[in-house]
C-alpha cells in the first residue's frame, strides 16, 4: 500500500493523441502510474474491422509502437506502472504484440490482459431476448459489428495485486484506468463509494489529456504554449483528495477555470454519474487553487453502483459521403446552397434512374456563414464560404454515382466555386451506437496474467443507495423591472465545456462569478435553450443544477444529427455547442455596465 501521494499521469486522451505526451509524463513528470486513454465508441467498430481482416489486429497500434517502444527502457528504469484501454477489441494481440517488443529490447515486464468485456459472441441471444435501446427504446439491429461492456477499475487493481507492469484492458470506463492504480495503492473496498467517486473524478480530469491543462479553454487567448503543451498529473491521496498539475515549463495551465471546464464534460446529472464502480455526485465538488499549476480538488460524494453494465453495441447502417468546395464572390452563401440543392437533385436524380433508392438522408452547410448558429447567424453576407454536401445510402455504388457528379458543377454552375480537395470522396461506412444495460452476474470478468486466470466477483449490491431528488431552484425575479435590464452575451458571465454520448449534446456552463449564476439561471432555461438550437434540437433539452461549480449542465436530446460517424453535420460530437452557446443572451441589470460597473467591457454589446 502507498504511504504517500501516489502521482498519475495520462498521456494519450484519444486514439491518434501525439506519443510525445507519454514521452512528456515519462520523462518529466515523475509519475508512479503511466495512464492512456485510446477507446472511444466508434474506435470499437473501427478495430472490430481491422481484426475481422486480421485476427492479429484490433488493438491501438501506437501504443506498442510509438509509445512502448521507444519508453520502454526509461519506465522499467523508473518503476513506472502502465494501464491503458489499448487493447480494444484484442487485448490479447495488443499483449503480444508488447511483449515481443519488450523481448527486442531486453526489457523485463510483466503484462496483464483484462477480459470478459466482449460479448460480441452473445449477439444473438440479445436479440432473441428482446434488447431495447436504453435511450430511444429502438430493438436491437441483426447484425452487430461490435458489442463491449463498459467494466470497472477492480479488474485493473487486481491485476496491480498480482504484480503486473503493465495492465491492458478492452472496453473499461476511461476513469477505471486512474481509480484501478488507486483501488490497489490504497486499498479502497468495493463499498467505499465516496472514495471510488473521488478516484473515478481524478480519471475523469486526466483522460482527455491537456482539456484539463487548458487546451479547447474558453478563454483561449489567455492560454499560451500551445505547441508544447502539458499532459495532467493527479496527486492522490489515500482519502480521496487530490491535486491536477502538469510538468513544470510545459505549455497550458490549471486552474480552477480548467479544471471545471474538464469536469462538465460529458456529463449528464451531477449528482448521478453512473458508472460500473460507482454511483458518483459531483454535484458538490470543490476547487482550490494551492499553487501555481496546482488545484486541489474535493468533496466528490458517491453511493452504491447499479447490479448493471452498460453496454456499447456498433453496427453498419449504409454508407455515407461528404464533399467541401469553396464558393466565392458576392452572394456566397446563396450560390453554395443553390449550388449544394443543385448537386443533390442531379446525383439523386441520377441513382434513381440506375435503380436504387433516393438518398436516406442528405446535409448542406455552408461553413463560414455561421451555419452552426443557425437563425443567430450574422455572417449570410460573407463573401467567401466553404460549402459542404454530405449524403448517406445504403448501397455504396449509389455514392459512386453522387462521387462521380459533383465535379460537374466547376463548369456549369456558380462562378467563384473552386477548391475541390482530394478527388472524389469514397464512401464509407456508417456506424451506428446501440446502448443497453445488462446483469453483472452475466458479464464473467477475468484477469489473465503469466498463465494464471484470475475471476473478478461482481459488486451488484441488493440496496442501491439512494438519494432524495434536490429540490429544483426556481429562476429568481430579482427584484428589476424589465427597463432596468440588459442584454450581454453568456460569455461575459460564463465559460463551458461541450461534448457528446451518442447523440446526445452536452453543454456544461460555468458562472465566472457566483452573483451571476441566478442571472444566467433566470434566462438561460431548458426551453430557452431548446429554441436557441431549435436548428439542430430534435428531442428535449434537460437542465441540471451543478453548485459545487456555480454552473449548469444542459442535456440537448437528439441534438447530433445521430453522433458520430452516424452524422452527416460538420461537428458531429458537438465540440463547438458550448463556443454557440456563448452568444447566448443573458438578461441582467444595467448598471452592471456602466462606469466601473460589473461588466462595463461589454456595454458595446448590451442590448436595451
Request: contains cysteine; hydrophobic residues 40%; glycine residues 10%.
Amino acid at each position: 500500500m502507498a504511504g504517500g501521494a501516489v502521482r498519475i499521469g495520462c498521456g494519450a486522451g484519444f486514439w491518434g493523441d501525439s506519443p510525445e505526451g507519454a514521452a512528456q509524463i515519462v520523462r518529466h513528470g515523475k509519475i508512479d502510474y503511466l495512464v492512456m486513454d485510446y477507446l472511444a465508441e466508434i474506435t470499437m467498430s473501427i478495430l472490430a474491422r481491422m481484426k475481422a481482416k486480421r485476427a492479429d489486429l484490433g488493438y491501438a497500434l501506437d501504443f506498442v509502437t510509438a509509445v512502448m517502444k521507444p519508453l520502454a527502457q526509461d519506465i522499467a528504469n523508473k518503476k513506472i506502472r502502465v494501464v491503458t484501454n489499448a487493447g480494444g477489441v484484442n487485448p490479447e494481440a495488443c499483449r503480444d504484440a508488447l511483449l515481443a517488443v519488450f523481448a527486442e529490447i531486453g526489457v523485463n515486464l510483466k503484462v496483464a490482459v483484462v477480459r470478459g468485456d466482449d460479448l460480441l459472441a452473445n449477439a444473438d441471444r440479445f436479440y432473441e431476448d428482446g434488447v431495447r435501446e436504453m435511450f430511444s427504446g429502438a430493438p436491437l439491429p441483426r447484425s452487430l459489428a461490435s458489442v463491449n461492456a463498459y467494466l470497472g477499475a477492480f479488474p485493473i487493481a487486481a491485476a496491480l495485486d498480482a504484480d503486473a507492469d503493465v495492465v491492458i484492458t478492452g472496453r473499461a470506463v476511461d476513469s477505471a484506468i486512474v481509480l484501478g492504480p488507486l483501488i490497489h495503492e490504497f486499498g479502497w473496498r468495493p463499498s467505499d463509494y465516496d472514495l471510488l467517486s473521488a478516484g473515478s473524478l481524478a480519471g475523469h480530469l486526466l483522460e482527455c489529456g491537456p482539456q484539463v491543462t487548458g487546451g479547447i479553454f474558453t478563454d483561449w487567448d489567455t492560454v499560451t504554449g500551445w505547441d508544447d503543451m502539458g499532459y495532467p498529473i493527479a496527486e492522490c491521496e489515500a482519502d480521496g483528495s487530490f491535486v491536477v498539475t502538469k510538468p513544470d515549463g510545459t505549455g497550458g495551465f490549471v486552474t480552477p477555470a480548467s479544471v471545471a471546464e474538464q469536469i462538465v464534460y460529458e456529463v449528464g446529472d451531477p449528482t448521478r454519474y453512473i458508472l460500473p464502480d460507482v454511483t458518483a455526485d459531483w454535484s458538490a465538488v470543490k476547487l482550490e487553487q494551492v499553487g501555481r499549476d496546482r488545484v486541489k480538488v474535493g468533496n466528490a460524494r458517491g453511493r452504491a453502483p447499479t447490479d448493471s453494465y452498460k453496454v456499447s453495441a456498433t453496427y453498419a447502417d449504409g454508407y455515407r459521403a461528404t464533399v467541401t468546395m469553396a464558393i466565392i464572390g458576392r452572394n456566397a452563401v446563396a450560390k453554395a446552397k443553390t449550388t449544394g440543392e443543385a448537386i443533390l437533385k442531379r446525383a439523386g436524380r441520377m441513382i434513381e434512374q440506375a435503380g436504387f433508392s433516393e438518398f436516406t438522408e442528405t446535409s448542406i452547410e455552408t461553413l463560414g456563414s455561421e451555419a452552426n448558429y443557425g437563425e443567430n447567424a450574422r455572417r449570410m453576407d460573407t463573401r467567401e464560404v466553404i460549402l459542404k454536401i454530405a449524403v448517406r445510402h445504403p448501397e455504396k455504388a449509389a455514392l459512386g454515382i453522387f462521387a462521380r457528379e459533383i465535379f460537374q458543377s466547376a463548369t456549369s454552375m456558380a462562378q467563384g466555386l473552386t477548391g475541390f480537395a482530394g478527388g472524389r470522396p469514397e464512401p464509407q461506412p456508417v456506424i451506428r451506437l446501440f446502448s443497453f444495460t445488462i446483469p453483472k452476474c452475466e458479464v464473467p470478468v477475468k484477469v489473465e496474467f503469466e498463465g494464471r486466470t484470475i475471476e473478478i466477483p461482481p459488486h451488484a449490491p441488493n440496496a442501491i443507495g439512494g438519494v432524495q431528488d434536490p429540490a429544483p431552484i426556481a429562476s429568481p425575479a430579482l427584484g428589476r423591472s424589465e427597463d432596468e435590464l440588459v442584454t450581454v452575451p453568456l460569455v461575459a458571465l460564463a465559460h463551458g465545456r461541450s461534448g457528446d454520448k451518442g447523440d446526445i449534446g452536452n453543454i456544461g456552463i460555468l458562472a465566472r462569478k457566483t452573483e451571476y449564476l441566478p442571472w444566467i439561471r433566470r434566462s438561460a432555461t431548458a426551453e430557452a435553450v431548446r429554441d436557441y438550437f431549435r436548428h439542430f434540437v430534435k428531442g428535449k433539452v434537460e437542465r441540471f443544477e451543478w453548485p459545487g461549480l456555480d454552473g449548469l449542465n444542459f442535456l440537448l436530446h437528439e441534438g447530433l444529427g445521430g453522433g458520430g460517424v452516424a452524422s452527416l453535420r460538420h461537428d458531429p460530437q458537438g465540440k463547438a455547442l458550448a463556443e454557440i452557446m456563448m452568444d447566448f443572451p443573458i438578461e441582467v441589470p444595467a448598471d452592471w455596465l456602466a462606469n466601473g460597473g460589473e461588466l462595463e467591457t461589454w456595454r458595446e454589446e448590451a442590448v436595451q
